[in-house]
């Protein structure tokens, strides 16, 4: 069975910095891009960022370009999101998701519950 | 990018009515890259179909989804009461991979 546990989450103050981290098991990690999608309270689904299986390459969306930082440990099958420049759109409930291919973007088959950030002062 | 606008934002409907939601794409999703998932509150997104029209593992048979090009559609068939939740679209077809604002299913 597929299982994704992120931590890290938190509140933060405006400028501030956070690492979310997602262990993973249950398939072969590395044989899978892994990605990051947030819900900001009461809105929709965004896609953060995806990195492809081998960790080669990393995608993001324009709203995160230059702040957050996708990585992963396939030693460890674990991802990580730092998270930095903080703003209050930030506010959102992180969800570790992974996707269906290893070397591109597409969908996500399995997610995790999700970690909230909160970026208040 | 490619918008996806679904509609309509909110459906009433009752358990073992059908229900048809709608998904239009501002350009043309490539390879009908259209995925649907659904979310009940406070649970993580599932998902539902890919490819447009493929279900997922362990998904009823009564959740089907059709089209191409701009304009796609997640039928279900005959409604139960957990099918009650909120519904997004996503394309992958074309970076960066987008999501629709969703569609609230509501009793």
């Known amino acids: 069975e597929v299982q994704l546990v992120e931590s890290g989450g938190g509140l933060v103050q405006p400028g501030g910095s956070l690492r979310l981290s997602c262990a993973a098991s249950?398939?072969?990690?590395?044989?899978?891009?892994m990605g990051w999608v947030r819900q900001a309270p009461g809105k929709g689904l965004e896609w953060v960022s995806t990195i492809t299986g081998s960790g080669g390459n990393t995608f993001y969306a324009d709203s995160v370009k230059g702040r957050f930082t996708i990585s992963r440990d396939n030693s460890k099958d674990t991802v990580s999101l730092q998270i930095s420049s903080l703003r209050a759109e930030d506010t959102a409930i992180y969800f570790c998701?992974?996707?269906?291919?290893?070397?591109?973007?597409?969908?996500?088959?399995?997610w995790g519950q999700g970690i909230l950030v909160t970026v208040s002062s | 990018e490619v918008v996806l606008t679904q509609f309509p934002g909110t459906m009433s409907l009752s358990p073992g009515e059908r229900a048809s939601l709608s998904c239009r794409a501002s350009q043309t999703v490539m390879f009908s890259y259209l995925a649907w998932y659904q979310q009940k509150l406070g649970q993580a997104p599932r998902l539902l179909i890919s490819?447009?029209?493929t279900r997922a593992t362990d998904i009823p048979d009564r959740f089907s989804g059709s089209g191409s090009g701009t304009d796609f559609t997640l039928t279900i068939s005959r409604l139960e009461p957990e099918d009650f939740a909120v519904y997004y679209c996503q394309q992958y077809g074309s970076s960066p991979i987008t999501f629709g604002q969703g569609t609230r299913l509501e009793i």
């Open positions: 249950g398939f072969t990690f590395v044989s899978y891009a």
């Open positions: 998701a992974k996707d269906f291919l290893r070397g591109r973007c597409s969908f996500f088959d399995n």
């Open positions: 490819g447009a029209s």
